[in-house]
């Protein structure tokens, strides 16, 4: 429930199995620049959230840029989710490095604690030596730890926070070493939707898979298999 938040040129650091050890976190807030800053730390380096489940006031998160910024050791480079009740739009992240990190980009919801995510830009990305995902999108996230008031198939906050994740831009992405490029786990009844993938070039274990997706764009998209 913030404005006008400028972090620039800070060191996060957190021991390395903090689990729940996020280095920023934009929640419910508004007008945010992240620059020139290095995170190392335990979970999640930048993750943009709004509300937990159920979020009554729909406060969104918007118009956020992330620039400049280098991440090491951390469960993503940058996330969205799980918690993203409010929505968000209008995000850009780009110039950054994301070095020894688990996961890349990575983009997260479930039923019950989701809403409309749109209007995000990633560009100018280069990785190296990603534990697992260079860029997953996944909306059954941690569904195990929902409380159960939220699982219920009946229940009307459920109906009402259900993820859509659409219109995103990932461009002049690099990774050089990763378990797996690209995961898309989408939600039948709301799949993940229009998602540009644009100059990406990735060395990597293992390639892409696409479930519960629609029109996703791929363009010079190329993915070099490791040989193990």
């Given at each position: 429930?913030s404005?006008?938040?400028?972090i620039?040129?800070?060191?996060?650091?957190n021991?390395?199995?903090?689990?729940?050890?996020?280095?920023i976190?934009?929640?419910?807030?508004?007008?945010?620049?992240?620059?020139?800053?290095?995170?190392?730390v335990?979970?999640?380096?930048i993750c943009?959230?709004?509300?937990?489940?159920?979020n009554?006031?729909?406060?969104?998160?918007?118009?956020?840029?992330?620039?400049?910024?280098?991440?090491?050791?951390?469960?993503?480079?940058?996330?969205?989710?799980?918690?993203i009740?409010?929505?968000?739009?209008?995000?850009?992240?780009?110039n950054?490095?994301?070095?020894?990190?688990?996961?890349?980009?990575?983009f997260?919801?479930?039923?019950?604690?989701?809403?409309?995510v749109e209007?995000?830009?990633?560009?100018n990305?280069?990785?190296?030596?990603?534990?697992?995902?260079?860029?997953?999108f996944?909306?059954?996230?941690?569904?195990?730890?929902?409380?159960?008031?939220?699982?219920?198939?009946?229940?009307?906050?459920?109906?009402?926070n259900?993820?859509?994740?659409?219109?995103?831009?990932?461009?002049?992405?690099?990774?050089?070493?990763?378990k797996?490029?690209?995961?898309?786990t989408?939600?039948?009844?709301?799949?993940?939707?229009?998602i540009?993938?644009?100059?990406?070039?990735?060395?990597?274990?293992?390639?892409s898979?696409?479930?519960?997706?629609k029109?996703?764009?791929?363009?010079?998209?190329?993915?070099?298999?490791?040989q193990?």
């Amino acid at each position: 429930m913030s404005e006008n938040i400028i972090i620039d040129r800070i060191l996060v650091k957190n021991p390395i199995h903090a689990y729940y050890g996020d280095g920023i976190d934009i929640d419910s807030s508004k007008n945010a620049l992240i620059i020139n800053s290095i995170i190392d730390v335990g979970d999640d380096g930048i993750c943009i959230k709004s509300g937990k489940y159920g979020n009554k006031e729909n406060l969104l998160t918007e118009n956020i840029i992330v620039d400049g910024c280098t991440m090491f050791s951390g469960h993503a480079g940058f996330a969205i989710g799980s918690e993203i009740s409010g929505g968000a739009k209008n995000i850009k992240v780009s110039n950054c490095q994301f070095l020894g990190t688990e996961i890349g980009l990575k983009f997260k919801s479930a039923k019950g604690k989701g809403a409309l995510v749109e209007k995000i830009y990633i560009e100018n990305i280069s990785m190296k030596d990603i534990l697992k995902y260079v860029i997953i999108f996944d909306m059954n996230y941690n569904t195990k730890n929902i409380s159960k008031e939220f699982i219920n198939e009946n229940d009307q906050t459920l109906k009402e926070n259900i993820p859509c994740f659409r219109n995103f831009s990932i461009k002049d992405i690099y990774c050089n070493g990763a378990k797996q490029a690209m995961k898309f786990t989408g939600l039948s009844e709301i799949p993940i939707e229009d998602i540009l993938l644009k100059n990406i070039n990735i060395i990597a274990n293992n390639g892409s898979e696409f479930n519960g997706t629609k029109n996703i764009i791929q363009e010079n998209v190329n993915i070099t298999i490791n040989q193990i």
